[in-house]
């Protein structure tokens, strides 16, 4: 099904998936180098998506070789670029703090889609960016702004952030006639070779990976399904129907996802923390077009 209401819940799915990747992956720093992490939760993702083109049985759209010029900058930009910087990150920063600097990207992917798509900025999409932004500065900068330091992981989700931003605009804009089962398992095949080649080269997969426990390896396979898998179908599917500067506006729900985990988890937030949480899903509300007669996703009305 391809009806709104199905787009919007496979885009809030798929935020909640990467939301709790935060988690996992913070989980599982201590144990893994961020390379090796990352290339065995590509490689078990690839398995999963030949597994799922094997039971499809049929004919996918043809593809021109000129295709495979913009889907080698994707899966390296949007699968290698982005998963080295989130697993780096998760080093030196905390689950939460890594995703609220990622809610940054909806305001990323707005300014790329005028820039790339020229797409325009709808005045209650500013707004509810602006909130948002403010929010996450709340957490980088624990609300002394007369002594802003960002810390190294920090520094490291805000490289993510850009790249995943430049991932999500260019798949719209250069790979849109590309279907997003066939697009996802591409990018994703081509970001899990080059995160091996590179992990070989400066790493020792083939003696950490043996050696890490049921339990991160456990950890690994849930980021690879669900928080790659199925996350990447739903969120290409939700760029492809809805633009890339409608579907980013949910991405400000990953922050909201880490939280709740985390709360699970037993972790819990501070006051600066809560707050920019809470600017944060006010900024979510405004940007996609809330009224006070109900919610419509993509409303454009001013």
Request: hydrophobic share 55%; aromatic share 12%.
């Amino acid at each position: 099904m391809n009806s709104p209401l199905s787009i919007w819940l496979m885009v809030i799915a798929s935020t909640f998936f990467w939301g709790s990747n935060f988690n996992a992956g913070h989980a599982i720093a201590g144990d893994v180098t961020p390379l090796t992490a990352a290339a065995e939760r590509f490689l078990i993702a690839v398995i999963l998506f030949l597994l799922l083109r094997a039971a499809q049985r049929k004919a996918e759209s043809q593809l021109h070789w000129r295709d495979g010029l913009v889907l080698l900058p994707l899966g390296i930009i949007g699968v290698f670029g982005f998963n080295y910087a989130f697993f780096t990150a998760l080093h030196t920063t905390s689950a939460l703090n890594a995703a609220l600097i990622m809610a940054l990207s909806p305001m990323l992917s707005l300014l790329f889609s005028v820039w790339l798509l020229k797409s325009r900025i709808q005045l209650f999409q500013c707004i509810g960016i602006l909130i948002a932004f403010i929010g996450v500065t709340l957490v980088i900068t624990g609300g002394n702004f007369g002594l802003v330091h960002i810390a190294l992981g920090d520094a490291w989700m805000i490289g993510a952030c850009i790249v995943w931003s430049l991932y999500t605009v260019g798949s719209k804009k250069y790979a849109g006639h590309i279907p997003s089962l066939q697009l996802a398992r591409w990018t994703v095949s081509i970001g899990a070779v080059a995160l091996t080649a590179v992990a070989l080269l400066q790493e020792q997969p083939l003696i950490d990976v043996p050696a890490l426990s049921w339990q991160t390896h456990g950890i690994l396979f849930y980021m690879a399904s669900f928080g790659t898998v199925f996350a990447y179908i739903f969120w290409l599917k939700g760029v492809h129907f809805l633009g890339p500067d409608k579907s980013a506006i949910a991405f400000n729900l990953v922050p909201v996802s880490t939280l709740i985990v985390s709360v699970i988890l037993g972790s819990y937030p501070n006051q600066i923390q809560l707050l920019g949480m809470l600017l944060v899903l006010v900024g979510v509300v405004i940007s996609s077009g809330w009224r006070s007669s109900g919610w419509r996703p993509g409303h454009k009305k001013i």
